[in-house]
């Protein structure tokens, strides 16, 4: 079922939109000006509200994430965000804090000295997909 107040707010921001199939919406792409409506946004209940541009290929799976880069109103946004699940996954960065390691330590591979266990260590965390700034930070020795 569509939410037609979803559909109104939307309007309000890019201008009517032209019924299409399954209950999405065509609207004038913001970002590549096409002279067709070629931006078709999902607006079923229940849906993340996936939009796509047909033709410059901008997508998102959010109706706030579109309004956002249209540069719609704060009034707007926040009453989108009231009707849709939003999470802004920047809010919630973890801080990491330096660690000062005593003058004692000493890292557990050392290549400079041809240290075998530890170019396999390294190696097993290459596969792993652990970057080379997570390895420097932990000291493991690069």
């Excluded at 033709?55 to 849709?84: F, S, Y």
């Excluded at 557990?108 to 420097?136: C, E, H, P, W």
Aim: proline share 4%; charged share 25%; glycine share 6%.
């Amino acid at each position: 079922m569509v939410n037609h107040l979803l559909v109104n707010i939307v309007n309000s921001v890019l201008g009517a939109g032209k019924a299409t199939a399954r209950g999405n919406q065509a609207y004038h792409c913001p970002f590549c000006h096409h002279s067709k409506p070629k931006l078709e946004v999902n607006f079923t209940d229940g849906q993340k509200n996936p939009w796509h541009c047909w033709v410059c290929n901008k997508k998102g799976t959010n109706l706030v994430t579109l309004l956002k880069q249209a540069k719609a109103p704060d009034d707007k946004i926040a009453e989108i965000k009231k009707h849709v699940s939003y999470k802004d996954y920047r809010d919630n960065t973890k801080k990491v804090e330096a660690i000062n390691l005593p003058k004692e330590f000493k890292p557990f591979v050392d290549i400079s000295k041809g240290d075998m266990t530890g170019r396999q260590a390294l190696a097993y965390l290459k596969r792993r997909n652990v970057s080379k700034a997570d390895i420097l930070r932990y000291n493991i020795g690069y």
